[in-house]
């Protein structure tokens, strides 16, 4: 099979490798389109090596065919050659097929593309990881996200107004201001123009949950406008890895709970538990489009540089989708 191999000058080209072996509870997929994520681009660096003992190859979405059932999954008779499925996977999705846990597939609603279905595991797993898993998410809450138009902050958009929470989002700029609105947030900041604490502290208004990829300055920020027993879950660190001068105080008073996780690198077992939650809240909301995802520019997989370039960019509101052609 053709896959994407990374060259010493940590760009992507084309290579040759045998099919990946299944064990007795995966599938095999021949993948159709793949989900882009920054954490392809930081492989691609050598700054976020996959997980010990999974493929090496860049990748952590796909959507595609079954082409083999492992022995498990063909007993239990959950899913059968050809169903059409996408799922996230530790590697590997950079490539013409790719192995999968059975348990951490979901069925392609019907009227859903490729393309679509490459554009929600990775989105949608992490915001409901971050809102419900970890924040514990109540109707009405308060929600600050940070970064609302990329493919996470969509979909975290999404799931907090189904439980209709006052969503606020931080974006870079005015197109992505009217985008987040479309999706559902109550009040939408652009950065580069207001200061997200500076607008929060004239509104008088807290935040019961923060989703937050920047890190950095941002963690003294986030809890100036926390709120009591509030939670700032950190995904990522756009901003930096190092946040100087805590204001441990304000923690304290406010008894911030203050959570860094990332989805990769989880045992299977944290990840079936995560599908088989997020499948009986949302699935059924996927299937009847009131949730969907938000598809920014879909590529061929030749064009993965120009792809990855414009993520590094910040250009994309949701998600980037490469495609691979017979």
């Not at 902050?153 to 870079?172: D, P």
């Not at 406008?225 to 406010?254: N, P, Q, W």
Request: hydrophobic residues 40%; contains cysteine; proline residues 2%.
């Amino acid at each position: 099979m053709q896959y994407l191999a990374i060259n010493e000058q940590q760009m992507l080209y084309f290579c040759e490798t045998k099919l990946p072996e299944i064990s007795s509870d995966e599938c095999l997929i021949k993948v159709r389109a793949i989900g882009v994520n920054r954490a392809d681009i930081l492989q691609k660096q050598g700054k976020y090596p996959a997980p010990a003992g999974e493929s090496e190859i860049v990748g952590i979405e796909a959507c595609g065919d079954i082409v083999a059932i492992g022995s498990e999954t063909r007993l239990n008779g959950t899913f059968s050659i050809d169903d059409k499925v996408f799922a996230i996977v530790p590697g590997g999705a950079y490539a013409e097929y790719v192995k999968v846990k059975t348990a951490h597939l979901f069925k392609l609603p019907r009227n859903f593309s490729y393309v679509e279905g490459a554009a929600i595991a990775e989105a949608y797993l992490t915001a409901y990881q971050c809102l419900f898993f970890i924040a514990d998410l109540k109707p009405h809450s308060k929600v600050l996200i940070h970064a609302g138009a990329s493919g996470v902050g969509s979909a975290a958009i999404q799931l907090a107004k189904s439980l209709h929470c006052h969503v606020t989002v931080t974006v870079g700029n005015d197109e992505k201001v009217s985008a987040c609105k479309v999706l559902g947030a109550d009040e939408v900041i652009n950065y580069q123009l207001t200061d997200f604490v500076s607008y929060s502290k004239e509104k008088k208004q807290n935040y019961d949950v923060i989703v937050d990829v920047v890190a950095g300055a941002y963690v003294n920020k986030n809890i100036s406008v926390c709120a009591l027993d509030g939670h700032i879950v950190m995904l990522s660190m756009l901003g930096g890895r190092y946040a100087e001068s805590i204001d441990v105080a304000k923690m304290l008073l406010k008894r911030i709970n203050i959570t860094a996780t990332t989805l990769r690198n989880r045992t299977d077992e944290y990840k079936n538990k995560l599908v088989n939650a997020f499948k009986a809240d949302f699935y059924q909301q996927l299937e009847q489009g009131i949730i969907s995802p938000v598809i920014y520019q879909q590529s061929s997989w030749q064009e993965v540089e120009s792809v990855h370039q414009l993520m590094m960019n910040n250009e994309n509101i949701g998600k980037l989708i490469l495609t691979i052609n017979d």
